[in-house]
Each structure stands twice: as structure tokens, then as C-alpha cells.
Nanobody
Framework: VQLQASGGGLVQSGGSLRLSCAAS????????MGWFRQAPGKEREFVAG???????DYADILKGRFTISRDNAKKTVYLEMNSLKNEDTAVYYC?????????????????????WGQGTLVTVSS
């Protein structure tokens, strides 16, 4: 499956952005989807994920500010980001996980995801 992330940009602290990740190729609904981010000099970290059954999970520090959703008809996963902070500045990546456990399990591990998009840069300014 090929993934194309979009929607990043420059936003002021406290603002909002919605990222999109469009998939093509194999059956999108069979894949658990995740958003990760990587700030300069830091490791890639889990942001949010949604299973094929629609279950969601978030990084603890982001709960309440970020919302992940998927539209299987459009083969797209979204990440709604609100109350953005300077520390949210990073390249955001979407990823797809094809494991049979992706039905009910949202994995937070980078190694569990099979396909990755190219990333979209989010910059939050003061």
C-alpha cells in the first residue's frame, strides 16, 4: 500500500491543523493505521492509531488534543490536532499495519508498521 500524507504547515501556538493520509494499492480497510512524529534530534514516536475495527489509541501526552479517524470509503486516515504547542513541531508520518491483530489492537511500536508515508512537516510558532 502507498501512503501520501498532507496537511502540514506553519501554525501559531494554540491553533489547529488537520493532517490527511491517502492510501492507494491494497485494501485500505484491512490495515490498522497510525500517525507518528519525529522532531529534530529525536526518535520517531507514536502519536495516534486506529484499528481496522475503528478502535483508537493515543500517546498519553496527546490525549484530549489530537483525534484520529479513518474513512475507508475514501481510503484516508485523518489526524485532527488542536491546541497545538511548540513541542508538537515535527515531521508527521502515517503508517499502515497489516497484522491480523490490527482488527482490535492499536500498536504503538514503529517496528509493527509495514508501510510508511513520506511525512508532512508541522511547525508550531509562538
Amino acid at each position: 500500500v502507498q501512503l501520501q500524507a498532507s496537511g502540514g504547515g506553519l501554525v501559531q501556538s494554540g491553533g489547529s491543523l488537520r493532517l490527511s493520509c491517502a492510501a492507494s494499492g491494497r485494501t485500505f480497510s484491512n490495515y490498522g493505521m497510525g500517525w507518528f512524529r519525529q522532531a529534530p534530534g529525536k526518535e520517531r514516536e507514536f502519536v495516534a492509531g486506529v484499528s481496522t475495527a475503528g478502535l483508537t489509541d493515543y500517546a498519553d501526552i496527546l490525549k484530549g488534543r489530537f483525534t484520529i479517524s479513518r474513512d475507508n470509503a475514501k481510503k484516508t486516515v485523518y489526524l485532527e490536532m488542536n491546541s497545538l504547542k511548540n513541542e508538537d513541531t515535527a515531521v508527521y508520518y502515517c503508517a499502515a499495519r497489516g497484522s491480523p491483530t490490527a482488527y482490535l489492537v492499536v500498536s504503538k511500536a514503529v517496528s509493527e508498521y509495514d508501510y510508511w508515508g513520506q511525512g508532512t512537516l508541522v511547525t508550531v510558532s509562538s
